[in-house]
């Protein structure tokens, strides 16, 4: 069960993060500095291709990564 949501989460950042590209390469093509429509895309297309590769980075690493045990003795010190 929680691999099948992994593999939704990583896929949803991935298309977050490809759209968040197609957006940032808009906003440069249309001058960003001169075109205030042109600068709130260059703005949001970074914050989104910054949340995809977060949410798909998180959702690989939690995949692959050993739970922590934090009632370990060993773990606790």
């Not at 950042?13 to 001169?34: C, D, K, S, T």
């Not at 998180?58 to 773990?75: H, K, M, R």
């Amino acid at each position: 069960m929680i691999g099948d949501l992994n593999i939704i989460y990583v896929a949803i950042g991935v298309v977050a993060m490809l759209g968040g590209l197609a957006m940032l390469y808009r906003a440069i093509r249309g001058r960003p500095g001169e075109n205030p429509k042109a600068t709130a895309m260059l703005i949001a297309g970074m914050m989104i291709t910054a949340f995809g590769l977060l949410m798909a980075g998180f959702a690989i690493g939690f995949a692959v990564s050993e739970p922590l045990d934090l009632n370990d003795a060993e773990t606790a010190s």
